[in-house]
Nanobody, 121 residues
Framework: QVQLQESGPGLVKPSQTLSLTCTVS????????WSWIRQPPGKGLEWMGA???????YYKPSLKSRTSISRDTSKNQFTLQLSSVTPEDTAVYYC???????????????WGQGTQVTVSS
């Protein structure tokens, strides 16, 4: 059974960088596709970006200039960095696994429980 767990600060100040880590157990991040997906309050799920089994990265075009996804295979973790955050980046952030690459959140079969991140001074 694959399990994912997000970790990171729950409060970030505007203009700072949001950093989250997803720790994976029961499966290796050197297989499949691993994404970050968020849900702002009152809105739908938004795919942000992914890192593949080989370490290649893909980003939502509107977030690409502010987003970086990396991995540490020795720890079986992958991380999200979102720079220059604003209150509009307030959301529940999820990490998720997919067997194929997709930007559709419905295509991901294993999810973390999500972590609330609030951007506020």
């Amino acid at each position: 059974q694959v399990q994912l767990q997000e970790s990171g600060p729950g409060l970030v100040k505007p203009s700072q960088t949001l950093s989250l880590t997803c720790t994976v157990s029961g499966g290796s991040i050197t297989t499949n596709y691993w994404s970050w997906i968020r849900q702002p309050p009152g809105k739908g799920l938004e795919w942000m970006g992914a890192i593949t089994y080989s370490g290649s990265t893909y980003y939502k075009p509107s977030l690409k200039s502010r987003t970086s996804i990396s991995r540490d295979t020795s720890k079986n973790q992958f991380t999200l960095q979102l720079s220059s955050v604003t209150p509009e980046d307030t959301a529940v952030y999820y990490c998720a696994r997919g067997e194929v690459f997709t930007t559709d959140a419905a295509g991901y079969d294993y999810w973390g429980q999500g972590t609330q991140v609030t951007v506020s001074s």
